[in-house]
Structures are given as structure tokens and as C-alpha cells.
């Protein structure tokens, strides 16, 4: 499995939740971030094999015992380990109470998960998988950590099946102000290429479960069209 450095995989981190208005985030690894006026420390690691030979199929993570744990451990705020692979873009994440009682317990804290289920998650999707110790874990796509932050003590709750809300972008978007879609299309609108633009966020939306007609998607696009000539 292929590893980014620390810098770039807080880059990919960001940049999935930097569209929305509100979000704030502090340096370095773990860090503190503000969602949705929601408050917690995260922790992002890139997963990899734990070469257990009968069992190939297992991934992992491991926390080393930290000094910054000692913090976060005291503090009444929600930490959310999420383990990063980057050859299918794929989050994994493990329950934040447990994760947060098992902090600097040893020298290095493995939480594990398994690369089948890291292949094999759709893009609308948060996958709940179950390890052999019955240990429940949630694994989806980058691009849909914000649905992952809106529902994330609902997907933990135990012995239950948790009802995903859907983002309030997702009923609320009438213009476009994500930062990386916008990259995307506005040179597009540039070269009067509207309709390519239109099909281009239609399937950018599509992938974080926010559908609207052909329509509607033509409707806002044309809207940021005309402002960027008016």
C-alpha cells in the first residue's frame, strides 16, 4: 500500500471540508478542527498491512504513546481516529469512545480494519464493517467526510442501525462554492464549455449523494456563468 507524508495527508483531509463556511482547523497531527459549530481532535494516519500471514486481508493503523494524547485524553471533546488509504481513497474510522479509552495504554495501540472493505465501498456510501472481535468500524470514500462528521455518533451506537442524515447542503445548494469543483469548471466557463460544466458537477455532486435534475444543475451553473461575466 502506498503512504503520503504527513503534510500532504492533512492536505487531503482539508481540502474535503474546507468548502464549508465554518470549518476551522489548527496545525499539525493530532489537530483541532471546528465543524458545524461541533468541536474535535482528529488524528489521521495512513493504514497499512499488519503482515499477519493467515489473515492477509487485515490493515491497521498504530498509535504510538504520545505526550499530545495526554491532552486530548483530559479534554471533554470528541476525538476521531481516521485511518487514510490512498490507493482507493478510502477513510476508516473506529468507535471515538473506545479509541479514546485504549489512548498511550502501550507503546503503539493498533486499530484494524480490513482491505476488502476498503476495496469494495461505493462513493454514496458509509459501509459499517465488524471485525472477528465484533469491533464495529465505519469505512467510506474521502469525499464523503462531511456526511461521516454529520452522522458519526449515530454510525457507532451499538446494537443498532444508524438512520444517515443527509447534509444540509444536500437539500439546501443553490450556487457552487466548493472550492475544488469550482477549480473544475470554471475554466470550462471560461471557454463557453456550459454544458460540459453542467455534466461535470452533476457527477462531482453524485459522488458526495447530493442529486438534482439536469435542470436544476444547469439552472446554478448558468447562474455562476453569468456572474463571471457580468
Not at 108 to 116: E, G, P, Q
Given at each position: 500500500?502506498?503512504?503520503l507524508?504527513?503534510?500532504?495527508?492533512?492536505?487531503?483531509?482539508?481540502?474535503t471540508?474546507?468548502?464549508?463556511?465554518?470549518?476551522?482547523?489548527?496545525?499539525g497531527?493530532?489537530?483541532?478542527?471546528?465543524?458545524?459549530?461541533n468541536?474535535?481532535?482528529?488524528?489521521?494516519?495512513?493504514?497499512?498491512?499488519?503482515?499477519?500471514?493467515?489473515?492477509p486481508?487485515?490493515?491497521?493503523?498504530?498509535?504510538?504513546?504520545?505526550?499530545?494524547?495526554?491532552?486530548?485524553?483530559?479534554?471533554?471533546?470528541p476525538?476521531?481516529?481516521?485511518?487514510?488509504?490512498?490507493?482507493?481513497?478510502?477513510v476508516?474510522?473506529?468507535?471515538?469512545?473506545?479509541?479514546?479509552?485504549r489512548?498511550?495504554?502501550?507503546s503503539?495501540?493498533?486499530?484494524?480494519?480490513?482491505?476488502?472493505l476498503?476495496?469494495?465501498?461505493?462513493?454514496?456510501?458509509?459501509?459499517?464493517g465488524?471485525l472477528?472481535?465484533?469491533?464495529?468500524?465505519i469505512?467510506?470514500?474521502?469525499?464523503?467526510l462531511?456526511?461521516f462528521?454529520?452522522?458519526?455518533?449515530?454510525l457507532?451506537?451499538?446494537?443498532t442501525t444508524p438512520?444517515i442524515k443527509?447534509?444540509?447542503?444536500?437539500?439546501?445548494l443553490?450556487?457552487?462554492?466548493?472550492k475544488?469543483?469550482?477549480r473544475?469548471?470554471?475554466?470550462?466557463?471560461?471557454?463557453n464549455k456550459?454544458?460540459?460544466?453542467?455534466?461535470?458537477t452533476s457527477?462531482?455532486?453524485?459522488?458526495?449523494?447530493?442529486n438534482k435534475?439536469?435542470?436544476d444543475?444547469?439552472n446554478?451553473?448558468?447562474k455562476?456563468?453569468r456572474?463571471m461575466?457580468?
Open positions: 500500500m502506498r503512504k507524508v504527513a503534510k500532504d495527508l492533512k492536505i487531503k483531509f482539508i481540502e471540508l474546507n468548502e464549508l463556511n465554518g470549518f476551522h482547523y489548527e496545525q497531527n493530532p489537530f483541532f478542527i471546528t465543524f458545524r459549530k468541536k474535535y481532535f482528529v488524528f489521521i494516519k495512513n493504514l497499512s498491512p499488519a503482515y499477519f500471514k493467515n489473515s486481508d487485515v490493515t491497521r493503523i498504530q498509535l504510538p504513546y504520545s505526550n499530545h494524547f495526554l491532552k486530548i485524553f483530559k479534554a471533554d471533546i476525538f476521531i481516529i481516521l485511518g487514510y488509504d490512498v490507493d482507493t481513497d478510502t476508516v474510522s473506529w468507535n471515538p469512545i473506545k479509541v479514546k479509552e489512548l498511550n495504554a502501550k503503539n495501540v493498533s486499530l484494524y480494519s480490513r482491505s476488502s476498503q476495496e469494495n465501498v461505493n462513493f454514496n456510501e458509509l459501509k459499517i465488524y472477528s472481535n465484533g469491533e464495529r468500524i469505512v467510506f470514500k474521502r469525499s464523503n462531511i456526511r462528521f454529520d452522522n458519526v455518533f449515530d457507532f451506537e451499538e446494537n438512520k443527509t447534509t444540509k447542503q444536500s437539500k439546501n443553490i450556487e457552487i462554492e466548493d475544488e469543483l469550482l473544475i469548471i470554471r475554466p470550462l466557463l471560461k471557454k456550459v454544458l460540459q460544466a453542467v455534466e461535470e457527477a462531482y455532486y453524485e459522488r458526495k449523494n447530493i435534475t439536469f435542470r444543475w444547469h446554478i451553473v448558468s455562476l456563468y456572474n461575466n457580468s
